[in-house]
């Protein structure tokens, strides 16, 4: 691209995107004036340690087993990863979906399945139906432990502390929530939202728009991905999420707690919840470790000292070095 | 530390482990080349006697490396009768070995004929999938891997773990399947072991193989050099894909790819194509396999994305479970590296075979380290050796 204007930063703000534009090479196209950065978007990345200590210990009780998607097995808690708790006895298993957890609870009445049940607006209407399906079929030993979270008030925590210069918006989450969303933002914050899907050139154009946007000093939203995502969202989604989950602040790691960000069991679903969305909301990140600056974009991967060093994936300091969404893991295969 | 299943996957857990432990208490400068047999050189009496004749079972030419061959026969059970050899009615190995095995031909220190050893487990749930079984992946895996050496195979052994409440019938038609599988791939299953060990029905299955390079054949890693060429001898991912979509019970039209690949493997030594170095595309996928080559040459490899085949049903399943066809595994896929003059030549002799026709060249060696790809949109990315399990994502 031949931008030669004033340098910008563009923030992806999904996983998802993140591990598409090193593998379609986008960065490689761009001119060194553009700078991309990755945001909060991945959500093995943004649970707390003290989550994943939780989960952990409900593998080693023998009266449970923990079902966790494969992204999660690596990411480091405070004692160790889910991971290290299988080698060490605990029950842990990798689910695909969700739903595999009907089938086992029903086969294993006398084990209670936790899920860890980690994800955005476009994973927790799976946890909504698979409490739907539990309920509608009598199986009551499964619990969800919760760190469940809503991408847009990150966004804004993000546009508050001077983020980036427009953002790339996340395709399928948007497509849960809606285009029309992001209006506020654009408006608040003064910023372009660009949403795009994942193949290579979606991701340029987006890059060309919010580029644009921001040499004209417009602070547009656009839809580049309206094969997928609607103005006004899935409200089906929606609400299958309100039915069975409601707003609470939760605690993101490396940015710290953010009221209305989360979602918790309703109450009367009370005994469905395995815990979670109650872990302590204090920030307890190894020492060295500079997740937040990273998952923020105030630096690059690469200038986190212990990037590559204390942190590598067969030894994660943080869950952005072992998900297959996380911007240091994706930074280390790929650099 | 503790064993994690991403010490299994293939992709660098697995490389360190093996370096860490194995390597350091079985040194042994064969088997640190790390190929996928090891290629040993017959004592003089017998290398004479093999490249004419075959070779005599049971020889102990190679390292042991911890097989029951130490232990009293009337130890070791046989190998169920399913897989007598006997009764193989296919091609007979030292007929289809014969005609390889000739002279060295001429050219004046050419390596002389030698054996090829190679030693695979198997492990997969379920045990018979769409398009092959546990069986059929452990003649075809080790035959594979001898082949991949340039040996012609000729003789397996196979040492069957059984698990208490295993179906006898189930055992009775993976044998069958074993045996089918021999009989396609020219060899003879000779030697075996059963034993029973925990519960659960479970089934694994170990291999052993040895074949002989003829004379005059030389094919490792480290041989290759910038200029040459890389070809691939089918679509990538479809045995993954298709186990997990039987584990996750989704029903789609993928078949394992589980296949012999001998006939690729001669037809590309018959073609007169320079073969430096070939890899079957197992565990860890494409980057893994390319990686491999990388280091051990010495040499950087770049990858043309649009001409790597992948099916379109695996492709869409990949988009869907957020997996990358590039670390997928395959029981039937190999790579080829060839000298760049021969690449068409190569080519073509792949494409005339069953295993090869969707055969295309997809890159290229040059000078410099690691593997890249020219990606579809015109950017260059680095395709890493496969880190962890290789797992689907969450969203």
């Known amino acids: ?335 | 530390m503790k064993i994690t299943a991403a010490h299994g996957s293939g992709g660098l857990d697995s490389a360190l482990l093996v370096r860490d432990i194995f390597g350091k208490h079985f040194s042994d400068p064969v088997l640190a080349r790390l190929e996928d047999a090891a290629v040993l050189d017959l004592p003089a009496a017998l290398a004479g006697a093999g490249a004419t004749a075959g070779l005599p079972v049971g020889s102990s030419a190679g390292p042991d490396l911890g097989s029951s061959a130490g232990l009293p026969a009337g130890l070791r059970p046989r190998a169920s009768a399913g897989s007598a050899p006997e009764r193989s009615s296919g091609p007979r190995p030292e007929a289809s070995a014969g005609a390889g095995l000739g002279p060295a031909p001429g050219s004046p220190g050419a390596p002389p004929a030698r054996l090829a050893f190679s030693t695979d487990g198997f492990v997969v749930t379920p045990l018979v999938f769409r398009g092959g079984d546990i069986g059929k992946l452990s003649v075809c895996g080790t035959v594979n891997d001898l082949l991949m050496m340039g040996a012609i195979p000729l003789y397996l052994s196979c040492g069957f773990i059984l698990e208490e409440g295993l179906d006898i019938a189930l055992l009775d038609a993976i044998a069958a399947s074993m045996a089918e599988a021999a009989r396609g791939a020219g060899v003879r299953i000779v030697a075996g072991d059963t034993k029973v060990a925990g519960v659960g029905g479970g089934l694994y299955i170990n291999t052993a193989g040895v074949g002989v390079v003829p004379a005059g054949r030389a094919i490792a890693a480290d041989a290759c050099a910038p200029g040459d060429a890389i070809l691939l001898s089918g679509g990538l991912g479809n045995h993954h894909a298709c186990i997990l979509s039987a584990r996750m019970g989704i029903e789609n039209g993928i078949e394992s790819d589980c296949a012999c690949l001998r006939d690729v493997a001669e037809a590309l030594h018959a073609s007169g194509a320079r073969v430096k170095a070939m890899r079957d595309v197992t565990r860890g996928g494409l980057g893994a396999v390319l990686n491999e080559i990388a280091d051990s040459s010495g040499c950087s490899v770049t990858l043309r994305e649009e001409d790597i085949p992948v099916d379109a049903a695996v492709r869409a399943f990949c988009g869907l479970m957020g997996l990358d066809p590039l670390y997928m595994g395959n029981e039937g896929k190999m790579i080829a590296v060839v000298d760049g003059a021969d690449a068409e030549k190569a080519l073509s002799a792949a494409r005339g075979t069953q295993n090869g026709k969707n055969a295309a060249l997809i890159g290229g060696v040059a000078a410099g380290r690691g593997v890249f790809m020219r990606t579809r949109l015109g950017g260059t990315r680095r395709v890493d050796n496969l880190r962890g399990e290789g797992l689907p994502r969450i969203c």
């Open chain 1, 1 to 335: 691209m031949g931008y030669d204007g004033p340098p910008l930063s563009i923030m992806e703000v999904c996983g998802t995107h993140t591990a598409a534009i090193f593998k379609t090479g986008v960065r490689s196209l761009l001119s060194p004036k553009i700078r991309l950065i990755s945001g909060p978007g991945c959500p093995v990345c943004v649970t707390p340690a003290a989550y994943i200590d939780r989960c952990a210990a409900l593998a080693k009780t023998g009266r449970h087993a923990v079902m966790s998607f494969g992204d999660m097995l690596k990411a480091p808690g405070a004692r160790g990863s889910l991971s290290d708790a299988r080698a060490e006895g605990g029950r842990v298993e990798m689910m695909y979906a969700p739903f595999e957890a009907l089938e086992r609870a029903k086969r294993e009445p006398d084990t209670i399945f936790a899920l860890a049940a980690v994800g955005f607006e476009t994973t927790i209407p799976a946890y909504a139906l698979v409490l739907e399906e539990a309920l509608a079929r009598g199986i009551e030993n499964i619990r969800l432990v919760t760190a469940l979270k809503s991408v847009l008030p990150a966004l804004a925590w993000v546009s508050e502390r001077g983020g980036a210069d427009g953002f790339l918006c996340p395709g399928h989450v948007s497509v849960i929530t809606g285009a029309g969303v992001y209006a506020r933002l654009a408006e608040l914050y003064d910023r372009p939202f660009v949403i795009a899907g994942f193949e290579g050139e979606h991701i340029l154009a987006a890059i060309f728009e919010i580029v644009r946007a921001v040499s004209e000093k417009r602070a547009v939203v656009r839809n580049l991905y309206p094969s997928a995502v609607r103005e006004e969202g899935n409200a089906k989604a929606r609400a299958l999420i309100a039915k069975y989950f409601e707003p609470c602040a939760a605690f993101w790691r490396g940015l710290g707690a953010i009221s209305d960000s989360g979602f918790r069991l309703r109450r009367e679903y009370a005994r469905f919840d395995g815990g979670g969305s109650d872990v302590p909301d204090e920030d307890v990140l190894p020492e060295g470790c500079r997740c937040g600056d990273v998952i923020t974009g105030r630096i690059d991967p690469n200038e986190c000292p212990a990037f590559g060093a204390a942190c590598r994936p067969e030894h994660p300091v943080g869950p952005c070095m072992v998900s297959a969404e996380g911007v240091c893991g994706i930074w280390h295969s790929h650099m």
